[in-house]
C-alpha cells in the first residue's frame, strides 16, 4: 500500500481581524489541495512554544512557501515638524518573519504583494522576491494558482525519505554468512521522495522493541510482561547486498533494508538485522533475537547526511512456523494482532 504524497505549501499572509484574509487564505489552500498539494495556512501564534511547535515546525518541514502581504497601516513621513503622507502602506510584520525563516531555510518560493504596500520593506529589501503585484483580493486565489502552475510546482514529491514495506517485500537464501543455512529475509523499502536531491550517509538502527503479547513461555524466560518495551543499545542495521554500513539513495529511488531474518530450521525465532560486519561483540546477537510466539512493534530510523530522520514503526507476530510470519507498518494493518 503506497503513501499519497503530497508537497506541502506553506501560505503566509495576513489574518487581521475584521478582513477578508482569512477567507482569502482558506480560498488559496483550497485551490492548492485540488491541484494536490497539502498547504498550511499559517495562524498567528501569541506564545513562543506556539511559535516554535507550530509555525518554525511547519516551515522546517514545507517544501514550498508562498508570501502575501497585505496593506496594513498608512505611511507618513515627518518634515519639518509636520506629516505627510506617502501614499504607501506598511505590510505584514508576521509574513515577513516567516518569508526571513523560508529564505535561511532555502525554501522555493512565490511572493504576492498587494498594490500600494511599500516596495523593498522588511526582508524584501535583502532579497530578490519579484514580489507579483495585485489589487483585487478576491481574484487573488486564481492568481496565485496561475503562477503555481506557471513555476512548475510539483506536487508529488516531499523533502524526506519513507519507510515502508508491503507483504511481498521479502527473499529467501540458500547462505547466510557464507554457510548453508536456508532462511528468509524480510526488508524495509528506504524511499528517498525528493525530486532531485540525493540522500547521502544513510544509516538505519532499530530505535526500540515493544511487546505487545508475548507466549507465557517467553515471558518466565527473558523476564518480561506484555506492555514492556525491551530496550536495545544502538546498532547499525545491514542494508540489502551490501556490508557498508551507510549508503546513498538517489531521488525518487529506493533501498532496502535487511529489516529481519528467520533461519527455515528455527521458524520461530526472528533475528533483527544488525550488520554482521560490524559487530563484533556477541551479546548483541542474543539482545537483537525475538523467540516467539508474540506479537511485537519495531521502531525503525534511518539517519541521512542531509534529510531529516526518518521514522516508522511496523508490527510484527511470530508463530510456530514461517507461514503464521506477519510483518506490516502500522498504517497498512493498523497494527498486528
Known sequence: ???????????????????????????IAEKLHDMGFDPYVAITEHSLRGVKENIFARLSESEYFIFI????????????????DTGKY?????????????????????????KDVKEDDGILKFIQANCIEFTDRHLLPDV??????????????RNELLLERDGEDFQDVRYVGGKERPARFYHIRVKNIHEDRIARDCVAYLEGIKIIK????????????AGETKSVELVEFKWKGVNTPRVAIPPKE?????ALHIYYDSQNTVHLGINPFLVDFSGYYELYTLRGTGTFELTYVVFSENFSPAR????LHIGNQLADIQFYTKEQCGGVA
Open 1 to 27: 500500500m503506497e503513501k499519497e504524497i503530497r508537497a506541502r505549501v506553506f501560505i503566509s499572509c495576513g489574518q487581521a481581524k475584521g478582513t477578508d484574509e482569512v477567507e482569502i487564505a482558506d480560498k
Open 69 to 84: 502581504d497585505f496593506k496594513r497601516e498608512r505611511l507618513f513621513t515627518l518634515d519639518k515638524g509636520s506629516f505627510s
Open 90 to 114: 506598511r505590510g505584514s510584520l508576521f509574513s515577513h518573519q516567516e518569508l526571513a525563516i523560508a529564505t535561511f531555510l532555502d525554501i522555493e518560493a512565490l511572493s504576492f504583494r498587494e
Open 144 to 157: 496565485v494558482a496561475e503562477k503555481v502552475r506557471e513555476r512548475g510546482w510539483n506536487p508529488n514529491w
Open 214 to 225: 508475548l507466549s507465557r513461555v517467553e515471558q518466565r524466560l527473558q523476564n518480561i510482561l
Open 254 to 258: 529506493f533501498r532496502y533494508l535487511d
Open 312 to 315: 516508522a514503526t511496523f508490527g
